[in-house]
């Protein structure tokens, strides 16, 4: 339960652009002494940010993660889509931007990946099973969403009975390019398919801490988020950023280019993280 001083970190879903821009970012915040992702009270992932913050606690420290994926002999081996966000693009927003509920999408959804998503289940896994050191869960105060095939959202934590590695593949189960996660019988999507955040999960920290490498969907911006995300300390990519990470987010080579972009834009946040949070989070 969060209180009083407590701070909570949350980290969104960007492809993995926005794996490698995190990184960046959370190195250049820990290398300055102002974040250590291992101090925070409640970390929350959604999608590549559930993939970050597995991997940065796994190592206990963005900084060495940092080292990894700008250097393309120590990144893991990733999986290219079989088929091209631009092919598969236009039918994901038709379901967005239709008038069905929640539940009726993420069929559709469902259905996009079937038909699209072309990669053996097993083989996905495998690959998200690359981007940590391991199936251990690295703190109880992790939280990983994902989007059962009902619709509802689901937080997975240390205590869900879920793997670490089946909980990080749902989350990044984006409709359309990847299949989506069976576990204990239920199927589950990206967690980032309705919010990109799920900045609401941290209303109870007195400080909340918002790295985003992708705005949230408007037509899903609830009103308890907002009042979430208006009150955290953003960090957003700069235009700069955005113009170098491309035209596909799930390039597997722009990790490390994205990266060094997240770390200069992270040194650029340093002025917006002095004020309102504690002197210094350091580890635990």
Known sequence: MMSGHSTAVVLGGGGLAGIGWT??????????????????????GTSAGAAVAAAVLQAESAGAEFDRIVRKSLRNNELAPAVALADVLPDVLAVHSSG????????????????????????????IAGRVKSDTWPSDRLYITAV??????????????VGLVDALTASCAVPGLWPEMRIGGE????????????AELARAAEHVIVIRPTPELPQYLTEERQQVLERATLIEPSERARVGFGP?????????VAAIFGYEDGLTAIASLAGPLPTSLSPR
């Open 23 to 44: 990184i960046g970012v959370l190195a250049a915040l820990e290398e300055q002494g102002l974040l250590r992702l291992d101090s925070a009270d409640c970390v929350i």
């Open 100 to 127: 069905d509920s929640p539940a009726v999408k993420t069929r559709h959804f469902i259905q996009l990946s079937r038909q699209h998503a072309g990669i053996d289940p097993s083989r996905r896994r495998a690959a």
């Open 148 to 161: 059962r095939a009902d619709g509802s959202r689901t937080v997975f934590t240390s205590a869900s009975g």
């Open 187 to 198: 199927d589950y999507i990206d967690g980032g398919t309705f919010s990109l955040t799920h």
């Open 248 to 256: 596909d987010p799930f390039d597997p080579d722009i990790r490390g």
